[in-house]
């Protein structure tokens, strides 16, 4: 079989020249563009290496763009342990230790004794040992908190704390720290000497709260000092809770405001007409037909009447006016006064006079603020005595009123309400209302303002009280400020019987 005979083109149709010309010349706009597939394939290593490197690069900000998610969730992790990286400190005798391992390492490096340098690697692996152990002593530790249903101001509350230890072996020399809200060290800690493997203990402390309202727990504060004591390792953990304090409660002599109120002195659940039933009896000659509780007579197949429990006929209404004044009238009545004095001393005067009107501004509310929770302590103490002394009590404010609470049963829901109970602007202030065939007690708060005091010593915080039977109108006036930081009470009783009464209540 005959060979084909090889093509021969001739040299002017294309040289390697033309040829080598044509694929690194500029690309005309008809060329096919199938043709850059060789262009590539022919392009120098270092080409082919940056457009790699570009596209790897494109790939990993399309990957990173489409799932934002997992981005965020590795920089809430770092966050987080951050947050909780253990705190690391030498205690008193640890510096000490410190101290002498150093001039043990001098001493041992000058003189070249062998005896030195034992004693030198002794002391480093007792400091090493005592970081190592203290890890482990906090090694999946956790922490519990147990609160009380309620708690007062003034009266120390009981808290407890558990401690779980999760980790097979024990948990020696931890110290917890409880900590509230805005709080860097507290007074009272639970101390857990050891928590065998797999186990929880349970420790209390007393807390003595100074304010009512929500207390809001943080975090807690796991420290130890095993074994040596040299070391102390410490581990935040966040632990939220909330508890509600309540108001102070003090003894007051609520006869005074009740007087010789109908119904004072009976006990505080007693039979005969009302809206709560007591149980059931067997019928007697006398009852009233309306109330035999056929249902159950069918059953038993005997008369069988429902018995009732009476209401208390004294009932108690406090009102407390939580209207917070505005204190800025100093600083405007001193800046109207001092006005031509400020014109010819210059700005330097017209600052001073501003910062002493903002000063005093701020004593006055801080001295309304404390006044105010005078009063609020004196409706829970008088609630509170009213109950025991047998008559019903709520608490009316210019915004709301608490539940009535009958005599007998607890005095949580007004403590409760005073515990939540804020203050108000008294530009906006609905009015105080007080209803019909009750004993009104009134309860303002007053204080002495900065400008009063400045002239005239004011007496200590009081109570004073003036009991009257009278018709007062039912809408109380806002506050107006007082010489002294007291809380001024007034007693009137209110009855259905009296047209006038009732024409201003209504």
């Known amino acids: 079989m005959a060979e084909p005979e090889p093509r021969v083109f001739p040299a002017s149709a294309a040289s390697p020249e033309t040829a080598r010309g044509d694929r690194t010349g500029p690309r005309s706009p008809e060329r096919d563009p199938d043709s850059s597939a060789a262009v590539d394939e022919d392009a120098p290593g270092e080409a082919n290496e940056g457009r790699a490197r570009r596209e790897k690069t494109a790939k990993k900000e399309k990957k990173s763009a489409s799932n934002p998610k997992k981005k965020t969730s590795k920089t809430r992790k770092n966050t987080s342990k951050k947050r909780r990286r253990r705190a690391f400190r030498f205690t008193r005798e640890g510096k000490m230790f410190l101290a002498v391992t150093f ?6 490096v000058n003189t070249g004794n062998n005896l030195l340098y034992l004693v030198l690697g002794l002391m480093l692996s007792l400091l090493l040992v005592s970081g190592t152990l203290s890890d482990v002593a906090l090694w999946r530790a956790k922490v519990e908190r ?42 009272r800690r639970c101390f857990f000497l050891k928590v065998a493997a797999r ?5 209390t402390y007393r807390r003595v709260p100074t304010r009512r309202g929500w207390l809001r727990f943080e975090r807690m504060m796991l420290r130890t000092r095993y074994p040596f004591g040299l070391i102390e390792k410490g581990w935040p953990q966040r632990v939220p809770g909330e508890l509600l304090v309540y108001p102070a ?9 009740l007087g010789g109120a109908e119904g004072l002195g009976t006990p505080d659940r007693r039979l005969g007409r009302g809206a709560e039933i007591d149980g059931l009896r067997e019928h007697r000659e006398g009852d009233e037909a309306r109330s035999i509780h056929w249902r159950r007579s069918a059953a038993l197949d005997r008369l069988v009447v ?9 009932r108690l209404t406090l009102l407390l006016d939580e209207a917070r004044p505005s204190f800025d009238g100093f600083a405007e009545s001193a800046g109207s006064a ?14 001073a006079v501003r910062s ?30 009213a109950l025991e002394a047998g008559a019903a009590v709520e608490v009316r404010t210019r915004r709301g009123a608490s539940a009535l609470v009958l005599p007998g049963s607890p005095a949580d829901p007004i403590f409760r309400f005073l515990a939540l109970l804020e203050t108000i602007p008294s530009h906006d202030a609905p009015p105080l209302t007080a209803p019909r065939g009750s004993v009104v007690h009134r309860i303002a708060v007053s204080f002495g303002s900065a400008q009063s005091t400045s002239t005239s010593k004011s007496p200590s915080p009081s109570t004073s009280a003036s009991a009257s039977p009278s018709t007062s109108p ?33």
């Not at 186990?199 to 420790?203: L, P």
């Not at 002493?356 to 929770?373: C, K, N, Q, R, T």
């Open 474 to 506: 039912s809408t109380s006036p806002s506050t107006s400020p007082s010489t002294s930081p007291s809380t001024s009470t007034s007693t009137s009783t209110s009855t259905s019987s009296s047209a006038s009464s009732s024409s201003e209540a209504e």
């Open 306 to 314: 429902r018995e009732h429990t009476a209401e208390a006929r004294a």
């Open 103 to 108: 001039g043990v390492g001098l001493a041992a």
């Open 338 to 351: 001092a006005d031509e004095a400020v014109r010819s001393a210059g700005s330097a005067a017209d600052e």
């Open 199 to 203: 186990g929880e203990q349970t420790a």
């Open 356 to 385: 002493a009107g903002s000063a005093a501004d701020e004593a006055d509310a801080a001295a309304w603020d404390e006044a105010f929770e005078v009063a609020v302590s004196e409706a829970a103490s008088l609630a509170h005595a």
């Open 146 to 187: 147990v609160l009380p249903k309620r708690a007062q101001v003034g009266r120390p509350s009981v808290i407890s704390l558990r401690l779980t230890n999760d980790k097979p072996v024990p948990a020696y020399a931890v110290e917890i720290e409880d900590l509230a809200l805005d709080e860097d060290h507290a007074d």
């Open 249 to 257: 409660v003090v003894p007051v002599d609520v006869r005074r405001i």
